[in-house]
């Protein structure tokens, strides 16, 4: 059998209960929401950062390419006279 006690008690710690979820609870809760806010904020930005460096790196590995292929054979030519350029 339940003591009649028990009754009054339990409904006065849940209400307790209550309250003071309301009171450290919600805002903890809303304290860690800001914090991933704040962090995801932070990664986006670092991710459109190493995107620009990307794309800047691409950029120039494009012209080296165009180099090369462009201008290969007279880079080579260039590279064989300097071999064949007496030293003094």
């Known amino acids: 059998m339940i003591n009649p006690l028990l009754i ?4 006065i710690s849940c209400g307790l209960l209550a309250i003071l979820g309301g009171v450290f609870v919600k805002p903890w809760f809303r304290l860690k929401e800001r914090q991933m806010e704040i962090e995801s904020q932070m990664v986006a930005e670092k991710a459109a950062q190493y995107a620009a460096q990307t794309e800047r790196l691409e950029q120039r590995v494009r012209v080296l390419e165009r180099i090369v292929t462009d201008r ?3 880079v080579a030519d260039e590279i064989d006279k300097l071999r064949d350029a007496p030293l003094n």
């Open 72 to 74: 290969g054979i007279a």
């Open 8 to 11: 009054p008690i339990l409904g």
